[in-house]
């Protein structure tokens, strides 16, 4: 049983049978198989819906975020900013009156998503050739991205990703059958020199990027056997990164990567080399490394029938030794929400973490009181990508 089926067991019991015949039929472009706690954020969000209300949606419109802050300590990434109470929902614009993402300076970007397939519930049918990936600047302004490729031939999501800073993006160009990075603050923009077929893309497949936009993790198909690739998109360097393994982040020189099951976290140096350290028991939904350079946070599973209490609890772990330091059960959340993934940390001693419920909410959490304050809302989409989340 692969990770998300274990964390999704508890509400999927409890949900009307049907439903979940219709959701999985409905969602045929390779959802069911990603197993990854940030791939949660897709599939927890349509089957809370399906528990929340007996029907199945297949998709949910995008909606205007509130503006990210301005950076915060040198040692901190930058988070979402306070937030109002949240937007309402907004029916996705026509592709014709959204413009291309343009050449040159553009800006930081607060987030990515895919637009949603075209489903016919009457013929059981999904059409997701018009797919696209748009953009969302820290000042509101939505683009396209055609030049990045959403869908596959195989009708397998072609990820994106965005560095922590909002900055950078990556992408897979078909055209350049490779990674593009393009810096959005001075506007240029670097190919990788490693050329990758298309078909190499598969289902779940992961791209993460590093916060200078220097180095790219590649991971063909999330779960599988097959290697990924972190890539010096400047060089052409790689180094092989095994497949048992996913990547979590990419800082400082230090690519953070985790084995499941046997929990095992290898911060392997972007030239190689390096040793994995175990844990004792069984952690999703690891956090990028603390500013401290020691701290990883998770959340650790012991029953699959609890797993949204489970990840209403910290767990931080010691990255050097595998030894647990301490939980932290986070306070004030509603308790509608599910946590589903941590994000950045805003300083040495608050974390960012993501709950779903009706839009995806932010939320920073104190990781020595446990206690939680709303920061932001986001579009509670089928492929929410955010600022140093790892995407798929």
Same mark, same amino acid.
């Given at each position: 049983?692969?990770?998300?089926?274990?964390?999704?067991?508890?509400?999927?019991? $409890?949900?009307?049978?049907?439903?979940?015949?219709?959701?999985?039929?409905?969602?045929?472009?390779?959802?069911?198989?990603?197993?990854?706690?940030?791939?949660?954020?897709?599939?927890?969000?349509?089957?809370?819906?399906?528990?929340?209300?007996?029907?199945?949606?297949?998709?949910?419109?995008?909606?205007?975020?509130?503006?990210?802050?301005?950076?915060?300590?040198?040692?901190?990434? !930058?988070?979402?900013? +306070?937030?109002?109470?949240? !937007?309402? $929902?907004?029916?996705?614009?026509?592709?014709?009156?959204?413009?291309?993402?343009?050449?040159?300076?553009?800006?930081?970007?607060?987030?990515?998503?895919?637009?949603?397939?075209?489903?016919?519930?009457?013929?059981?049918?999904?059409?997701?050739?018009?797919?696209?990936?748009r953009v969302v600047t820290?000042?509101?302004?939505?683009? %396209?991205? !055609?030049?990045?490729?959403?869908?596959?031939?195989?009708?397998?999501?072609?990820?994106?990703?965005?560095?922590?800073?909002?900055?950078?993006?990556?992408?897979?160009?078909?055209? @350049?059958? @490779?990674?593009?990075?393009?810096?959005?603050?001075?506007?240029?923009?670097?190919? =990788?020199?490693?050329?990758?077929?298309?078909?190499?893309?598969?289902?779940? =497949?992961?791209?993460?990027?590093?916060?200078?936009?220097?180095?790219?993790?590649?991971?063909? %198909?999330?779960?599988?056997?097959?290697?990924?690739?972190?890539?010096?998109?400047?060089?052409?360097?790689?180094?092989?990164?095994?497949?048992?393994?996913?990547?979590? =982040?990419?800082?400082?020189?230090?690519? +953070?990567?985790?084995?499941?099951?046997?929990?095992?976290?290898?911060?392997?140096?972007?030239?190689?080399?390096?040793? &994995?350290?175990?844990?004792?028991?069984?952690?999703?939904?690891?956090?990028?490394?603390? &500013?401290?350079?020691?701290?990883?946070?998770?959340?650790?599973?012991?029953?699959?029938?609890?797993?949204?209490?489970?990840?209403?609890?910290?767990?931080?772990?010691?990255?050097?030794?595998?030894?647990?330091?301490?939980?932290?059960?986070?306070?004030?959340?509603?308790? =509608? $929400?599910?946590?589903?993934?941590?994000?950045?940390?805003r300083s040495g001693s608050?974390?960012?973490?993501?709950?779903?419920?009706?839009?995806?909410?932010?939320?920073?959490?104190?990781?020595?009181?446990?206690?939680?304050?709303?920061?932001?809302?986001?579009?509670?989409?089928?492929?929410l990508v955010l600022p140093?989340?790892?995407?798929?």
């Open positions: 049983m692969t990770r998300l089926r274990r964390a999704l067991s508890g509400i999927a019991e $409890e949900a009307p049978a049907a439903n979940l015949a219709d959701l999985i039929d409905l969602t045929l472009a390779g959802h069911r198989r990603k197993r990854r706690a940030t791939a949660m954020l897709s599939a927890i969000a349509t089957i809370a819906t399906v528990v929340a209300t007996g029907a199945v949606t297949a998709a949910v419109s995008p909606s205007r975020p509130h503006q990210a802050a301005a950076p915060g300590p040198a040692e901190a990434a !930058p988070g979402p900013t +306070e937030a109002a109470p949240g !937007p309402t $929902e907004a029916t996705p614009e026509p592709a014709e009156a959204v413009p291309d993402l343009p050449e040159g300076v553009v800006g930081p970007l607060d987030h990515a998503y895919e637009t949603p397939c075209k489903v016919d519930k009457k013929r059981r049918n999904v059409d997701c050739g018009a797919v696209e990936w820290r000042a509101g302004r939505t683009y %396209r991205l !055609p030049q990045a490729l959403a869908m596959t031939a195989q009708d397998r999501r072609a990820p994106i990703a965005i560095s922590r800073d909002g900055r950078m993006l990556a992408y897979y160009s078909r055209q @350049a059958q @490779a990674h593009v990075v393009r810096d959005l603050v001075s506007g240029s923009q670097v190919t =990788s020199p490693v050329t990758l077929k298309e078909a190499r893309i598969g289902a779940g =497949s992961m791209l993460v990027l590093s916060d200078d936009g220097r180095h790219v993790v590649f991971d063909p %198909r999330e779960g599988s056997k097959e290697p990924g690739l972190l890539i010096d998109v400047r060089t052409g360097k790689t180094v092989r990164v095994p497949g048992k393994y996913e990547a979590i =982040s990419v800082r400082n020189g230090v690519a +953070e990567l985790v084995r499941y099951l046997k929990t095992d976290l290898w911060l392997m140096p972007v030239t190689g080399g390096g040793k &994995p350290v175990r844990f004792n028991g069984a952690f999703m939904g690891f956090s990028e490394l603390a &500013p401290d350079g020691r701290t990883v946070v998770a959340f650790e599973r012991r029953d699959p029938k609890k797993w949204v209490q489970e990840m209403r609890t910290l767990t931080l772990l010691d990255a050097g030794t595998g030894r647990k330091l301490r939980t932290v059960p986070i306070r004030g959340l509603p308790e =509608s $929400e599910p946590v589903v993934v941590t994000g950045l940390w608050e974390l960012t973490v993501l709950t779903l419920g009706k839009r995806a909410r932010a939320y920073g959490v104190d990781i020595r009181t446990g206690k939680a304050h709303h920061l932001a809302d986001y579009p509670n989409t089928m492929s140093g989340i790892a995407s798929n």
